[in-house]
DNA sequence: GTCTATAAAGCGATAGAC
DNA sequence: GTCTATCGCTTTATAGAC
């Protein structure tokens, strides 16, 4: 099973996905290791703060992913971009979370104990997202108060569309959810 | 710490209280014999089958639950009062969830490893749910089309909201989401 | 940087006294 | 029906060889 990794950042997606399977308390280290392919020594050799530096790890480069792809984008709209703006969200959301097939990490971390371990930047994430979208929705000409709120609905409608989407193993009820969502942010425009 | 529970149903509603704060991989004997204030002994002389009955009965409590509360008074309701059972069906969901400070059990298992394990249950909730009010709606006027596409934007936007109070610590968010679900189906009404 | 061996603690589950 | 004691296994984490 000898392997070279080389660099730590090209384990962090492989433990992403672990974490996202099995939750934090569900991914023992031998989940880890089978995932990764590596020995727990070659783990610890990289995280040396054990699971909770893994998690760390992983959340920040979601967090990063995210600010990159959907926060910086949504944020940076002009006025007259603002609508194809939040169509760009929906189409990097969609691929994201592979049509429906993954779940939201953040999210299952939110709902679960890993909550209070990992507070700041799970309430971060929601907070970025939700203030991100509220303001290109503003500048695509709402009143403050309606793009928030409809910027939580829509952000709120993503993570509840995963959970039904994975409760009835049918991803494609992602994919209508986000379609419909997009749908009531042109029909209500202005 | 000695104590007699006497019925076997009396300690289902603390087991789901620990499943609900630590997950199905988290919610250790030691946490439960905590939780519900009993040995292990005694937990086990209840449910023989261990942690995997404890969930099954926790499960179904729920299931009973929403079925007796929400998913009947909403298939019975008569094309006059189809809008009422449907204002009845938030209030008792936003009692249920202790107005946004309670997760919902079910999907913090459609998200994580228990999905698989629990599938029938967590699938049939869900479906049920969508189902039941779907067929309110349409019994107040709506197409099934657009009923079916509503009813899953509400149940969804319901899990939703919930992963938000819970990442940003604000139950409130989770109220103010129900409320404008209503008012949404209010407007779209005919 | 990788592995194996090992330690100490916690795990789910069982047995048996009361 | 309740408890304590205990079993065997898995857990996280460390040590040390290569």
Redesign the pocket.
Known sequence: ??????ERSEVVPLLAEVFRAYGFEG?????ITEGTG?????I???F?G???EMAEAVLGEIDGWFRDQVFQPLRAVGADEAEQGVERMFTAVGRYFLSGRKVCLVGVFALGHERDRFAVKVQAYFAEWVQALAAALERGGRDAASALALSEDVVGGIQGALVLARAADEPELFMRALERMQQRLKETRH
Chains 1, 2 share one sequence.
């Open positions: 099973m000898a392997r070279v990794m080389g991914a023992s280290l031998a989940r590596l020995g727990k020594g070659s610890y050799n990289f040396p054990g699971k909770e």
